[in-house]
């Protein structure tokens, strides 16, 4: 367990990643090479890449975040940008960002009207994308 001090470094560096992820992909556009590199370079602070987020099962990926040490809100952060990086259907995280919401609504034993409504727009989302 991370003592109070490292716990608060530990959560502003996971911060200052998930900020920077969310800036990558704020902007539409097709995915190059560059931009690719990028968001792997930031993903390496959770042991991951976009090959290895690709490839990673839910069940996985869940653990990994945990083992990260991401909160709650955090990991909601995390599943927000997985879905923004599906948004131009370069990647397709949709299934991803789906069991991490799932998985906080669960676990959180508090019953959020903000992730419901992820939930509902993801599953929306993906159903529409498999037609």
């Not at 987020?53 to 990926?61: N, S």
């Not at 997985?82 to 299934?95: A, P, R």
């Not at 508090?110 to 529409?128: D, E, L, P, Q, V």
Request: negative net charge; contains cysteine.
């Amino acid at each position: 367990m991370l003592n109070k001090g490292l716990r608060d470094e530990e959560s502003i560096r996971i911060e200052n990643t998930l900020r920077t992820l969310h800036a990558l992909f704020f902007v539409p556009k097709f995915w190059n090479v560059e931009d690719t590199s990028l968001i792997d370079e930031q993903l390496k602070s959770f042991g991951l890449s976009l090959e290895r987020t690709i490839e990673i099962p839910e069940e996985e990926l869940i653990l990994l975040l945990q083992r990260c040490h991401l909160d709650w809100n955090q990991q909601e952060q995390f599943a927000d940008i997985l879905v923004g990086l599906s948004q131009e259907n370069q990647f397709d995280f949709l299934g991803k960002a789906l069991a991490i919401y799932q998985y906080i609504q669960q676990e959180s034993k508090i019953f959020s009207f903000g992730i419901n409504t992820k939930i509902a727009s993801a599953k929306a989302k993906n159903n529409y994308d498999e037609r």
